[in-house]
């Protein structure tokens, strides 16, 4: 956009745009983090086992992972404001049909198609906010954005606990409808209108090969524990590697690749994006086994439950900045195995302590070291992707980062919950044997981050002081925004916390 076409934060139309890209994310936040709350109640009222409610959160991440580098070339070439309002419809449309789903596959299939509208809204909902102010505005902006989508964030729970307790599992969706209603009069009047500038065809066909190479996989993977894995689920599983293995072959050669593989040839980028593998692995599957223990294994309602997680997000919002500004003057590679190292710990302690004989109490205080853990890594995490790329690759470096996060989130609830052998038939002693299973599962995968961290970022032998910088810390204004907490921002594009 043109400097002059930029309006100050606190002009009315800067607040506008503000509270326009505010409730569109946080109308997609929310949605993440109550959906959780309410899958207990799926399972008994649309009797579905541990299966059904995997596929309810990773049909929707299924879609978004895989269309979501797509999405953000589709915001480029239509022009980032009609992306907005058109994803921002498409998600209304699609979670009021996942709220008169009448069964759990029409359930499932809705939130496929959710996902489908959230990969055309995630990308360019903050974008629109960091080019569409003044560049004197922009770090206060990106600070505004953060704050009061955290604030969301950590209502979200809340919120769509004294919902399906006090009406329906189906209002947890209905809830998007009036959000969505007003970002779209709030975008319509303040939002600019940019050319479109995206050029260059869609890479429709690696968004294919994508989708149905995980697609396969994670039906494999989902209904393999559940049905056995006998030849079919064998067979599916390998034409899902197949299938990704082909994506890889297309993304090599095609003129227009949506994933960039050249970007991986850079040893920080590829260490920073396989420790977001391991920890949005580890907090997909957490997150989704410790509300199902507290409501299926330890018999609390909603609300309880919400209020048990509720910690993650509070220490995560004061954790984060300060991560942010520390990563500054000691680099990337202490806060990026510490924090995992940390978060692993908090996930053996809630296993072991809360859900061991000390109930509510003893998973809320548990959970508030997994919360520092994570609010330790986050920012440096955002900002060591961003810092491992030349500042002109910075935004595709981010939709890449933000692209392995959704995929890892997708693999966690895919895998672990099977791996534990997690079964809504069982209950009391066994189930939470299993919940305890998978929780220490996720602990390891946070340590496997860690240790990611300490081999990728270690400095290649003989560099000098300027060869050192560049891969423990960000140069120039990449630093300045980890400073400044711009990592934590950016990292809440993935939903964070908590998250599917």
Not at 57 to 83: E, K, M, P, W
Not at 274 to 284: D, N
């Amino acid at each position: 956009m043109d400097a002059d076409r930029r309006v100050a934060l606190r002009s009315p139309r800067g607040r506008g745009l503000l509270a326009a890209t505010v409730l569109a994310s946080g109308m997609a936040f929310l949605d993440g983090t109550v959906v959780n709350v309410a899958l207990p109640t799926l399972a008994r009222e649309l009797a579905t086992n541990v299966a059904g409610l995997q596929w309810v959160v990773d049909g929707y991440l299924l879609t978004l992972s895989a269309f979501l580098l797509l999405g953000g070339s589709v915001s480029d070439r239509v022009g980032g404001r009609r992306a907005f309002l058109w994803g921002t419809a498409a998600f209304a449309v699609t979670s009021g049909l996942c709220g008169l789903s009448p069964g759990m596959r029409s359930l499932v299939a809705a939130r496929a198609v959710q996902g489908l509208a959230a990969a055309l809204l995630v990308p360019v909902s903050l974008a629109l906010l960091r080019t569409g102010v003044r560049d004197e505005d922009r770090d206060a902006a990106v600070g505004a954005w953060a704050g009061l989508t955290g604030v969301t964030s950590a209502a979200g729970p809340l919120l769509g606990g004294w919902l399906v307790e006090a009406f329906s599992w189906r209002w947890i969706f209905f809830l998007n409808l009036p959000v969505a209603a007003a970002a779209i009069a709030t975008g319509w009047r303040c939002l600019p209108s940019p050319a479109p500038g995206g050029r260059g065809r869609l890479d429709l066909p690696g968004a294919a090969l994508a989708a149905a190479g995980l697609g396969a996989l994670v039906h494999a993977l989902i209904e393999g524990p559940a049905h056995g894995f006998g030849p079919r689920a064998l067979a599916t599983g390998a034409a899902g590697a197949a299938a990704l293995g082909a994506f890889v072959a297309w993304e090599r050669r095609a003129r227009h690749p949506m994933l960039p593989l050249g970007l991986f040839r850079r040893r920080q980028f590829t260490a920073v994006n396989a420790t977001t593998l391991a920890l949005y692995f580890a907090l997909g599957s957490a997150m989704f086994v410790v509300v199902l223990g507290l409501q299926h294994g330890l018999g609390h309602g909603p609300v309880a439950s919400s209020l048990a997680l509720l910690p993650i997000s509070a220490v995560m919002l004061v954790a984060s900045p300060l991560a942010g500004r520390a990563a500054h003057r000691v680099g990337y590679r202490a806060p990026l195995v510490a924090g995992p190292a940390l978060a692993a710990a908090g996930l053996a302690l809630t296993a072991e302590v809360g859900f061991r004989g000390s109930g509510l109490a003893g998973v809320a205080a548990s959970v508030v070291v997994f919360g520092l853990g994570l609010g330790i890594t986050v920012a440096p995490l955002t900002a060591a992707a961003l810092g491992a790329v030349e500042v002109g690759e910075a935004g595709v470096a981010s939709a890449v980062n933000n692209a392995v996060a959704r995929l890892a989130g997708l693999l966690g609830v895919a895998l672990v919950p099977g791996a534990a052998g997690l079964s809504m038939e069982d209950g009391g002693e066994p189930f939470l044997r299993s919940v305890r299973g998978a929780l220490l599962i996720s602990a390891a995968i946070c340590l496997v981050g860690g240790a990611i961290s300490w081999l990728g970022l270690r400095p290649p032998r003989g560099a000098g002081r300027k060869g050192r910088d560049h891969v423990l810390r960000a140069p120039g204004p990449l630093s300045e925004a980890s400073r400044k907490g711009g990592g934590a921002a950016l990292a809440r594009l993935r939903g964070m916390p908590p998250l599917r």
